[in-house]
């Protein structure tokens, strides 16, 4: 480590710019132990530390005369890291606030698992402004030897940086505080295998079904890019990735329009496109569930990278994904409502506990889920529950019916890689209006409230993984992302009201032997607004996962260095919050998710991610829509407690306003 302190008149050729500062450089050098390029070469990294401190006034000299400050060129020209330092050093002297500046080096040669890696980990890391990667997606990492640097050397050396980032709003006073600080959160955000000796070859895969917009979307091409894996869309013409001019079209390859209605021409549309492109495809991928066994058969076809297709029909049908459970004997799956009648009639139907809950076989976001007191509300269910998809392309007329299972129901996300858990995470999934006590037909099962991390019990966390693999591997899976949701049967955890707070707490008795009871398996990511969260909170990004799995075994290293969280556990609590539909009308409120922002600026740093879905126009059904779409939703954060964030996310609840016509 060393250190420099000079006071410098700064000038960037070949600008007329000149700026004066107090410049401390400071170099640190790391050792990632996580990070093996080779198998003789671990990981070294450096830093380079600028600490920036805008002089106010020229100072007198000793002779009386004006201090003659020490010059400096930059040309800012010369690399993207120049040109960040340019543009920071004058904020700094704009501002008259003292910033840091760290630049990234790299001791060894190599190449990135993904060329924004420094953006994806920091996001969020507290008091960092903005971060800069300067190495292009599959483009080599130069190598430099960690050295002392003066400033009349910066120009030289930072063609070599790899990446920078910018601190602000520091003590000047205390920059070894704030330098030591993200020592550690580098330390924490970068102990894994970021770098690998051999050279990633570009990729290409075929995307179907590219999502409604692209605030749901985005993080998901982002990933592509900075994997050097390129997106060849497929949708329905019109969509708005399909102008090769429009604003989002550098975020895929090319687009084939094609209808991806699923019917039964769905999986041969898909092959012929495919086999039509000018160019191979290395995989193919979807993250909508009803495409998922049409795309995976069109895989087979196409000889691409999949899991089975059985497997996938399986995990997107209800009821057959409970019959291959050890309690399937608790349920019953209906062919279609008339067969409701014999099974009443038999022996297991005369031992009918109520309450029970009724779904369609197909379905998704809890949608037509019932929870039925009796006989009359059974026959009611069952009949809507068969006719949610009757008139689908692809018609679905098939139940279930199972026992209502108390205990905490979570949000597991796997990660499976040869038949191996890799990474997973635990959400819990707070109680819905389905679940009250006095819950009626009409009360659904919309989520509400999702906290990260959970605050289960560990055993009980490691029960929901293993029992949930088991559950995975039963349909036919070994590799790929998986979002679960389940409960755990007599959990030593329950949901209670303390002091005006609503979350778990410890049960004052022990009580029967925990089981993990499987609602459903959706075999790709969770939806945006959870993977999001995930990798907000522990870093790791669900929808890059999705894209390496896709490809194959050729992406396994890359799978298995992306599969790590950040070293010391997750950066805050988040909790994603719902703003369900409540009332039904016509919005009038322009965006009532921005209204409440700018109502509650001070809110604005806690909330890292939301989405107004239903704005200015939308027509609201109420809480009995068809489709359970809800107005509005947050992220919300605390770094202090998860007791802090439920009361941030509760605040959000009782302020959150619109109109309606």
Known sequence: MAHKNTRFEVRFPPSEDTLRVNINTRTTEFSNGACQVDSDTWTH???????????????????????????????????????????????????????????????????????????????CCAGVERVESFISPLHAVPNAAFQEVSPSQLSEVLNYAIGSLLLQDIEAEDFEGEFLRLDNEFKNRFSFSWLQADPIPRRRIAWVQGRENIGVSRRAYEAARALGVSIVMIDNPGHWLEDDHGPYAHLREAFIPMSIEVDQGFTQRIVDAVRGYKYSVDGLTT????????????CEILGLPTSPYTAFQIAGHKGKTRMLEADAGESVTLSNATELSNFLNSEKGQQLAFPLVVKPSLGWNSDCVSKVWNLNELVEAVQRASERHADAASPSLGVVIEPYIEGPEVDANLVLLDGQVVYFDIEDDFPTRGDASDAGMDDNFQETQV???????????????????????????TSGVFHCEARV?????????????????????????????????????????????????????????????????????????LCNPFLNGPQFHLCILIIPQTRAGIMKTEDAGADLLSRNPELRKHVPDYDTYLKRGAILEGPSARSLWWVANFSVISRTSRLDCIRRARFIQENFIYELE
Not at 63 to 73: M, P
């Open 45 to 123: 990294y450096w830093v380079l530390d600028l600490a920036l401190k805008p002089i106010e006034e020229p100072q007198t000299s000793k002779n009386g005369g004006i201090e003659a400050l020490s010059q400096l060129g930059i040309d800012s020209s010369d690399s993207a890291a120049s040109a960040f330092l340019k543009d920071y050093m004058s904020l700094v002297t704009k501002v008259r606030k003292a910033a840091i500046i760290r630049f990234v080096f790299s001791c060894v040669r190599g190449y990135l698992v993904r060329s924004d890696f420094l953006e994806q980990r920091l996001e």
């Open 287 to 298: 993250i909508s569930d009803m495409r998922l066994p049409g795309v995976a058969e069109a």
């Open 451 to 477: 906290l990260l991390p959970s605050v289960l019990p560990k055993d009980e966390i490691q029960l929901l993984c293993e029992s949930l693999r088991r559950s995975i591997l039963r349909q036919g899976f």
């Open 489 to 561: 049967r007599h959990s030593t955890m329950i949901y209670t009201d303390r002091d005006g707070i609503f979350d778990m707490q410890k049960k004052e008795e022990r009580g029967r032997e925990r089981s993990i009871y499987l609602h459903e398996i959706n075999a790709r990511p969770p939806g945006y607004l959870e993977s999001v969260a995930v990798t907000l909170t522990h870093g790791v990004d669900y929808y890059a996962l999705q894209i390496l799995l896709c490809i194959g075994s050729v992406e396994n290293s890359r799978v298995h260095a």
